[in-house]
């Protein structure tokens, strides 16, 4: 058993400020010289940038679905034996989605931050609040609470109109003005991740956002008060769910990471690393050549926006060419099958060549094209891999697809997900869906290369 203060910072939908508001805490307590830890519940690449910088400690993602409940509680657990706080921001609504943020908290104990947009509203507050904290009270039990806090506020007077509107067991953790010092910048996919403004210029927004917390009910309360009012015990599992076959031994995967490739789940190179293989990094961006590897990964990220650089790389689409015709894995995934396209149209109109594994066209669009969680159920492996898949593009091509993710039950859209082969080069696969590799170790091994687990179809 491990004890900590811990938080959940919900609100009632999207673009409410959760995000500035978790990195915003997070840099206040970590000045103070309190040790924290922030998580992203659901599938997330972007807001956990702002979270690291923040907090100055890796990110992990939770989700009850994608990585199983074992999952949750192990690394709630470990984060809360070496941290004084942990922070959980919420995705989407508080009770959207099945499993809710709500159902999450509930399971682990997590009392719930409310942050509302309140800038174009007064009393209205109360019924929010009132709603948030008692929807599915009767069939699900009481939603363990910390408060409220109204962002966007215009000043003290309507700071005073909200405070009054809520109901003393709601109670009030204070109210941020509307203030574009501390905004974090945003584009098509989500917020701009915070290494693209440089260290200064980030840590400047977040800096401005804890000064202004830092003057409410919520940024006043020392480490003691944390720990009076949300203290949470964190077991680990039992039974601790088994370590994977080390299948990927004696295995080196290379994995390109840099600003056109930084979608990774940190979970996900600890599960390879988990299953024996070695990692080694490249930038395709810094002109770096494919290191010696058996098999290559190409996560997603935003090819779109350095489609020029891209392109120039020619010496390395003769690499990756090389590789793949020496039948070596390759599994690019959102951004990475853009990359691996015979060409990609940019939201601006422009065309460039890409690397050519793939006889496709990707393009941009304007609308989102892709959403919800997926299921890859491979040929070989019983449960299939979890994941994900969010984006703006599309690819067009003549080959069929491998196979198809299902979407899972709830999802916001009912399709699944293209799995694209080369038809000469069988070891290539890529697709807009982005796994979660220890939903099935199985799968993942074959999906790079592990002897006798053909990849998955």
């Known amino acids: 058993m491990a004890t900590c203060a811990a938080l959940m910072v919900a609100s009632p939908a999207s673009g409410q400020g959760k995000t500035t508001v978790v990195a915003a805490l997070a840099r206040l307590l970590t000045r103070r010289g309190i040790a924290v830890r922030v998580f992203k519940s659901g599938p997330d690449f972007l807001d956990p940038f702002w979270h690291e910088l923040a907090s100055g400690q890796p ?8 990585g199983g409940e074992a999952d949750v509680s192990l690394r709630l657990h470990a984060a809360a034996r070496q941290a004084q706080v942990l922070l959980v921001e919420g995705v989407m609504g508080l009770h959207d989605g099945t499993p809710s943020n709500a159902d999450l908290a509930r399971r682990c104990g997590l009392p719930v931050l409310a942050v509302v947009q309140a800038g174009a509203m007064a009393q209205t507050l109360g019924a929010v609040a009132h709603g948030l904290r008692r929807y599915r009270e009767a069939e699900a ?27 003393p ?18 584009r098509h ?82 599960a390879l690393q988990a299953l024996g293989a070695r990692l080694v990094f490249f930038s395709p961006l810094a002109g770096e050549s494919l290191p010696a590897c058996d098999a290559l990964w190409l996560p997603g990220g935003y090819p779109e926006l350095h489609a020029p650089a891209l392109a120039a790389r020619t010496d390395l689409a003769m690499q990756l060419h090389r590789h793949a015709q020496a039948g070596k894995p390759v599994w690019a995934e959102g951004g990475g099958l853009l990359a691996l ?13 890409m690397w ?35 984006h703006f593009a599309q690819v067009q091509t003549a080959i069929a697809p491998l196979a198809h993710t299902r979407a ?16 000469d080069q069988p070891a290539v696969r890529a697709s807009f869906f982005h796994p979660w590799f220890a939903s099935d170790p199985l799968a993942t091994a074959g999906l790079f290369g592990a002897a006798g687990q053909g990849a998955a179809q």
Do not use: K
């Open 189 to 270: 996919l989500g917020l701009v991740a915070a290494q693209e403004l440089g260290r200064a210029q980030a840590l400047a927004r977040l800096d401005a956002a804890a000064d202004a917390l830092a003057a409410t009910p919520l940024g006043q309360l020392s480490i003691d008060d944390w720990r009076a009012r949300w203290a949470r015990d964190f077991a680990a599992p039992a039974p601790v769910p088994p370590a994977p076959a080390p299948l990927l031994a004696g295995r080196t995967v290379a994995v390109a990471r840099d600003a056109a490739f930084a979608f990774i789940y940190p979970a996900n190179l600890h």
């Open 356 to 390: 050519g594994l793939l006889p496709a066209q990707g393009q941009m669009q304007a609308r989102l094209a892709g959403l919800g969680m997926q299921t890859w159920e491979g040929a070989h492996a019983g449960a299939g891999l979890r994941g994900h898949a969010f």
């Open 408 to 423: 899972a039950p709830g999802s916001a859209r009912a399709q699944g997900e293209a799995i694209h082969a080369a038809p």
């Open 59 to 66: 990110v992990d993602n939770l989700d009850a679905w994608m």
């Open 341 to 353: 396209c015979e060409s990609l149209r940019t939201r601006g109109g422009e065309t460039w060549p």
């Open 169 to 186: 067991g709601d109670t009030w953790l204070g109210a941020l003005p509307h203030d574009e010092a501390m905004r974090l910048p945003e």
């Open 141 to 167: 039990g009481p939603l363990p609470w910390a408060g409220v806090l109204a962002n966007g506020v215009a000043g003290g007077g309507h700071a005073r109109l909200l405070r009054e509107a809520l109901s």
